[in-house]
């Protein structure tokens, strides 16, 4: 077995499963005592990193003797859960390929940033050359948000999976809740209930209508548009009674020049219109987390109509 075969191997057998996308998930620790004693047997200078407690990142240093331009060579250590698979960490290979959870997202891109660090240690290079094992991209990112004030560099390479594609940019996200309020009754009493489901329905459709706008002018070289789309529903209690409340998760994909604010202003016009086409309409607008391509701060609460029954909540 080659050295990557091995090193990606031994990645592979450490459950690494993000504990905020599977409950009682692993988490990244075990993960990270190995990768420190694996650079600091390479030579490397380490350092770990709380993002979060229990969550460390590791920074691994090749030092250059000085004079060059600094590079960084991001991965992260965490994986979505292993689902059906039977043995996820037990990596197996097999016509050229190794199997097992996050051999592709991306133990292997991370056992190549090391390895390469490694190498740059040997060979003594004017820069230096910064490993970044990083916790959480699988979910929020904060282990690389963390590192983002305290690294310096010319040059950064994440080792994502692209299908040996070169990317130079890629798209922020906003996450928004909708919550529609009906009012609970029998299904035999209609004349009491308020349907919160079926209130929900005309911004579905709206949400639906927004990302064909925004995907029909593209004004982007690289990113093209943005993009909305509905990503979790649920509401109701059972086949009999009319729902009280429904409660719709959406993303919404943004290029520079869309700011968390301004895509939040969007769904609220959504909200607005629908509450003047049905007086009965009522709702709330929640923003969870956002991760904007530009630098922002946080703007003041929307300016609601006076008189508009959507608030944030």
């Not at 031994?10 to 599977?22: E, F, G, H, Q, R």
């Amino acid at each position: 077995m080659d050295e990557l075969t091995r090193l990606l191997s031994d990645l592979v057998a450490i459950d690494s499963t993000n504990p905020d996308l599977v409950p009682g998930g692993a988490g990244e620790a075990e993960m990270a005592r190995f990768i420190s004693a694996w650079l600091q047997n390479a030579g490397l200078e380490v350092e770990q990193i709380e993002a979060a407690p229990g969550r460390p990142n590791v920074v691994g240093v090749a030092r250059g003797t000085g004079g060059g331009r600094s590079l960084v060579l991001n991965g992260h250590m965490d994986t979505v859960g292993s689902g059906e698979m039977q043995q996820p960490h037990s990596p197996v290979v097999k016509d050229g390929r190794l199997y097992g959870r996050g051999a592709y997202d991306m133990k292997g891109g991370l056992a190549a940033c090391m390895l390469a660090a490694a190498e740059a240690k040997k060979r003594n290079l004017r820069g230096d050359v910064i490993v970044q094992a990083v916790v959480d991209e699988e979910y929020a990112s904060i282990g690389t948000q963390a590192l983002a004030t305290r690294t310096r560099a010319e040059g950064a390479i994440v080792a994502e999976f692209t299908e040996l594609k070169l990317i130079v940019a890629h798209k922020g996200f906003v996450w928004m809740e909708v919550e529609t309020i009906g009012k609970a009754a029998h299904g035999s009493r209609p004349d009491l209930g308020v349907d919160a489901i079926a209130k929900m329905g005309r911004v579905l459709t709206a949400i639906e209508k927004l990302d064909n706008t925004l995907r029909l002018k593209p004004a982007h070289p690289l990113l093209w548009s943005g993009s909305a789309h509905a990503s979790l529903i649920r509401g109701g209690q059972e086949l009999s009674s009319y729902p009280d409340r429904c409660v719709l998760s959406i993303e919404r994909r943004t290029i520079p020049g869309e700011t968390p604010d301004s895509v939040e202003a969007e769904v609220a016009q959504i909200l607005q219109d629908v509450e003047r086409d049905d007086p009965a309409f009522k709702a709330l607008l929640r923003r969870g987390l956002d991760r904007s391509l530009l630098r922002h701060q946080r703007a003041k609460a929307l300016p609601w109509p006076p008189g508009s029954r959507h608030r944030r909540s």
